[in-house]
């Protein structure tokens, strides 16, 4: 059973920057997706990032394209979300989850996932 943790939330002012972590702990098989997404309160949940871990290809929400940047350290299991030029409407819970999948994969990183992190707060002030 694969164990996600996130850490790097926090509260900032709106234009400024976060980068959030995500450590996977003990999951060796290849390939997989990884992705983060977040949900607001009332909202529905929405995939912000993801990333195919064999050769890094990535895909974003239209909302933070530009803004964001998905990364991976396959070595040491860890999934990155470098947010830059915050907005308010980014405040939410950031959630980091892995699919193991062939669909997802298929669909590019989309779809139900099967492991998830507890998640981690962000929030943006104007």
């Known amino acids: 059973q694969v164990q996600l943790v996130e850490s790097g939330g926090g509260s900032v002012q709106a234009g400024g920057s976060l980068r959030l972590s995500c450590a996977a702990s003990d999951y060796t098989r290849r390939p997989y997706c990884m992705g983060w997404f977040r949900q607001a309160p009332g909202k529905e949940r929405e995939r912000v990032a993801a990333?195919?871990?064999?050769?890094?290809?990535?895909y974003y929400a239209d909302s933070v394209k530009g803004r964001f940047t998905i990364s991976q350290d396959n070595a040491n299991n860890t999934l990155y979300l470098l947010m830059n030029s915050l907005k308010p409407e980014d405040s939410a819970i950031y959630y980091c989850?892995?699919?193991?999948?062939?669909?997802?994969?298929?669909?590019?990183?989309?779809?139900?996932?099967?492991?998830w992190g507890q998640g981690t707060q962000v929030t943006v002030s104007s």
């Open positions: 990333i195919y871990s064999t050769d890094g290809r990535s």
């Open positions: 989850a892995l699919d193991p999948s062939f669909n997802t994969m298929l669909a590019g990183c989309s779809g139900e996932y099967e492991y």
